[in-house]
């Protein structure tokens, strides 16, 4: 199986979720010149933990295609406030149908027979292409670009797609999961800024978890 590892706490959660479930995972990152690339450090972490390979694509040269997005585009400050929905900075449209074309076509050379990605519930409000609509028009849309050449029950899957995070919270906190092994800071600096909106959902999502924060935030 083939998943998409950012090295966010979603992604973490999904990796070891896999892993516990005794799925083979190869983790893969995808580098689309976001500013917080240094995610990708928890994603090694995350494949170091359960023992899986771990391999990021250098698509970094897409940013400059997708100008005026806060996580692409160096002019464009990360705003200190939630998601707004629709029209987002921080939002970088088709971003999924990018990634998930990659690990597709990853997935149909090695004959892998899944593609799984930690879409939430929740998250197509401000990014359509994190909804179950969206997977399954991806699938069926690959189904036809892929005929003949992937197998057959080759597909892209979503585990926690009806999932919020702190739910996702309290499955990694069952899991053994080390939050200070992941990274959900936009801006990319030392520590979480704590203003971002993912340092925001992060912080409230911990809250309704009732679970224990211990990430470190320069607001602090």
């Given at each position: 199986?083939?998943?998409?590892?950012?090295?966010?706490?979603?992604?973490?959660v999904?990796?070891h979720?896999?892993?516990?479930?005794?799925?083979?995972v190869?983790?893969?990152?995808?580098?689309?010149?976001q500013?917080?690339?240094?995610e990708?450090?928890?994603?090694r972490?995350?494949?170091?933990?359960?023992?899986?390979?771990?391999?990021?694509?250098?698509?970094?040269?897409v940013a400059?295609?997708?100008?005026?997005?806060?996580?692409?585009?160096?002019q464009?400050d990360?705003?200190?406030?939630h998601?707004t929905?629709?029209?987002?900075v921080?939002?970088v449209p088709n971003?999924?149908?990018?990634?998930?074309?990659v690990?597709?076509?990853?997935?149909?050379?090695?004959?892998a027979?899944?593609?799984?990605?930690?879409?939430?519930?929740?998250d197509?409000?401000?990014?359509?292409?994190?909804?179950?609509?969206?997977?399954?028009?991806?699938?069926?849309?690959?189904?036809?670009?892929?005929?003949?050449?992937?197998?057959?029950?080759?597909e892209?899957?979503?585990?926690f797609?009806d999932?919020?995070?702190?739910?996702?919270?309290?499955?990694?906190?069952?899991?053994?999961?080390d939050?200070?092994?992941?990274?959900?800071?936009?801006?990319?600096?030392?520590?979480h800024?704590?203003?971002?909106a993912?340092?925001?959902?992060?912080?409230?999502?911990f809250?309704?978890?009732?679970t224990?924060?211990?990430?470190?935030?320069?607001?602090?």
């Amino acid at each position: 199986m083939i998943a998409i590892v950012s090295g966010g706490l979603d992604s973490v959660v999904l990796a070891h979720h896999l892993h516990a479930e005794g799925h083979e995972v190869h983790l893969l990152s995808i580098d689309y010149g976001q500013r917080h690339r240094k995610e990708h450090d928890y994603a090694r972490i995350a494949a170091d933990r359960i023992g899986a390979e771990h391999e990021i694509v250098d698509l970094s040269n897409v940013a400059s295609m997708l100008p005026g997005y806060s996580l692409t585009d160096s002019q464009v400050d990360v705003p200190d406030q939630h998601y707004t929905a629709p029209g987002s900075v921080n939002v970088v449209p088709n971003r999924n149908v990018i990634l998930l074309s990659v690990a597709y076509g990853k997935a149909a050379a090695v004959k892998a027979d899944q593609v799984a990605i930690g879409a939430l519930a929740g998250d197509a409000s401000t990014a359509p292409d994190c909804s179950a609509e969206f997977i399954a028009s991806f699938n069926a849309m690959e189904k036809v670009a892929c005929a003949g050449y992937a197998p057959a029950h080759l597909e892209v899957v979503a585990p926690f797609i009806d999932l919020h995070k702190h739910d996702v919270i309290r499955l990694g906190e069952k899991l053994g999961v080390d939050w200070t092994e992941t990274w959900s800071c936009f801006k990319g600096t030392e520590v979480h800024c704590g203003t971002c909106a993912a340092c925001v959902d992060r912080i409230q999502a911990f809250e309704r978890a009732e679970t224990t924060d211990p990430t470190v935030y320069f607001k602090e």
